[in-house]
């Protein structure tokens, strides 16, 4: 099931969305009025629609659409959708990663064709193996095999990927339980993805991507071991 939050501040614009998406898809469909409300609730949803201009002049202090985006970008990785009558923030959209953006008034096939590709990208998310990490303010997700290998950096793990360098606060010890199998601890510093092995002797591993990696001493019979069956497997 999707869970999907509606957040604008006409409720009869908050139904009317809710009864379009109830029709296509089986999901968990919740209402706001305001930003604040939204955020309040904690909930991990799936995909999000803001209706930017969530601000009124009777109410100088409430959040935007915009402004309530840039504050869930820090906590979630959710598909934004923007609904708005004004097409002035279209670029300002981009800078919080959102999906789609909407015109008001919303034309039900449109909104149709937009849910269902979100929803098959969510469902798309969910059926890859993925690591949630937090860098630079934002809450990122990278797919197991898209990482080469992390390195210790400090206080911080470094993850060596397809798309580039992440670094983010995180322990060595703790990532290795969270990617466990098809990975493997070959020195301290270092976690090395199995499948991106290209070559390796008694005291390092050469990865696809050309990088070289420590093996210590003391972990190079495990790690034989742990190679020798990934590779029948």
Not at 75 to 85: Q, R, V
Not at 125 to 142: A, D, H, M
Request: glycine share 6%; aromatic share 10%; charged share 30%.
């Amino acid at each position: 099931m999707l869970k999907i939050a509606i957040c604008d501040d006409d409720e009869w614009i908050r139904r009317s969305l809710r009864a379009v998406i109830q029709k296509q898809t089986d999901v968990q469909a919740d209402l706001y009025e305001s930003g604040e409300e939204l955020l309040a609730k904690e909930t991990d949803y799936d995909i999000l629609f803001l209706d930017i201009c969530l601000k009124t002049q009777d109410d100088a202090h409430r959040l935007n659409g915009m402004e309530t985006a840039r504050e869930l970008r820090t906590h979630s990785d959710a598909l934004i959708i923007f609904i708005t009558a004004a097409p002035d923030y279209v670029y300002e959209a981009y800078d919080v990663e959102a999906f789609h953006y909407l015109l008001k008034p919303i034309d039900e096939k449109k909104l149709e064709e937009v849910i269902s590709r979100a929803a098959a990208k969510v469902e798309g998310k969910k059926n890859v193996p993925s690591l949630l990490i937090k860098t630079n303010g934002k809450f990122l997700r990278i797919p197991l095999e898209d990482i080469y290998y992390a390195e210790n950096d400090g206080r911080k793990v470094a993850l060596h990927t397809r798309k580039g360098e992440f670094s983010y606060y995180e322990k060595m010890e703790i990532l290795e339980k969270k990617l466990a199998k098809g990975f493997f601890r070959c020195h301290r510093g270092y976690l090395v993805n199995l499948q991106e092995i290209a070559g390796y002797d008694r005291t390092s591993i050469t990865l696809k991507c050309g990088d070289t990696v420590f093996l210590s001493k003391q972990k190079y019979g495990g790690f034989v071991a742990a190679y020798m069956d990934y590779l029948t497997k």
